[in-house]
Antibody, heavy 123, light 113 residues
Framework: QLQLQESGPGLMKPSETLSLTCSVSGDSISSSSYYWGWIRQPPGKGLEWIGSIYYSGSAYYNPSLKSRVTISVDTSKNQFSLKLSSVTAADTAVYYC???????????????WGQGTLVTVSS | DIVMTQSPDSLAVSLGERATINCKSSQSVLYNSNNKNYLAWYQQKPGQPPKLLIY???TRESGVPDRFSGSGSGTDFTLTISSLQAEDVAVYYCQQYYSTLITFGQGTRLEIK
């Protein structure tokens, strides 16, 4: 059974770079059938897609965050990672990783999701 | 961006009654060449991550109870719970994947009346 687990610091200061890792178990991240994505949810608010990456390193990003986001993949560790630079209080959110289904090479739905990790940005 | 707008923002329904949640996209998410609507629905219970319920607007994910159904085409979609159970209390989200820029609706909170 596929499981995803986010890890990283829970508290950050403004202007720092957020770094999160998603560890995948129960399936190979090198599967050709999926991308691997990051989604965030500010407290009490809705969902925002951040970006998704293929095992080859090919990635798609949300243009609203693209200038600050880097998503990378480590197939040897079966992990993928998120870096978000110059964080502010507006980046406070639960960050989820998820398997991103593709068909015909295009991004589709997310399933399953990790449990999420709360990142708080505060001075 | 394709903007997804859900209605209502919150909904209270009696146990055993029908619950209907709407999702409207700012442009069509129907791909004419394959006649598929590029829309998914998720359920998020308190303290949990979202769970996929439906994709291609009406295809139920394996293991999802058949009281959940999706319908609609083009820009207007509906998630229906035919007979509300207590465990269905959650926030429901729609998501379009017609565009490479994936977007979600703002969510609809479903409660028991």
């Amino acid at each position: 059974q596929l499981q995803l687990q986010e890890s990283g610091p829970g508290l950050m200061k403004p202007s720092e770079t957020l770094s999160l890792t998603c560890s995948v178990s129960g399936d190979s991240i090198s599967s050709s059938s999926y991308y691997w994505g990051w989604i965030r949810q500010p407290p009490g608010k809705g969902l925002e897609w951040i970006g998704s990456i293929y095992y080859s390193g090919s990635a798609y990003y949300n243009p609203s965050l693209k200038s600050r986001v880097t998503i990378s993949v480590d197939t040897s560790k079966n992990q993928f990672s998120l870096k978000l630079s110059s964080v502010t209080a507006a980046d406070t959110a639960v960050y989820y990783c998820a398997r991103h289904m593709i068909t015909s090479g295009y991004l589709r739905w997310f399933d399953p999701w990790g449990q999420g990790t709360l990142v708080t940005v505060s001075s | 961006d394709i903007v997804m707008t859900q209605s209502p923002d919150s909904l209270a329904v009696s146990l055993g009654e029908r619950a209907t949640i709407n999702c409207k996209s700012s442009q069509s998410v129907l791909y004419n060449s394959n006649n598929k609507n590029y829309l998914a629905w998720y359920q998020q219970k308190p303290g949990q991550p979202p769970k996929l319920l439906i994709y291609w607007a009406s295809t139920r994910e394996s293991g999802v109870p058949d009281r959940f159904s999706g319908s609609g085409s083009g820009t207007d979609f509906t998630l229906t719970i035919s007979s509300l159970q207590a465990e269905d209390v959650a926030v429901y989200y729609c998501q379009q994947y017609y565009s490479t820029l994936i977007t979600f609706g703002q969510g609809t909170r479903l409660e028991i009346k």
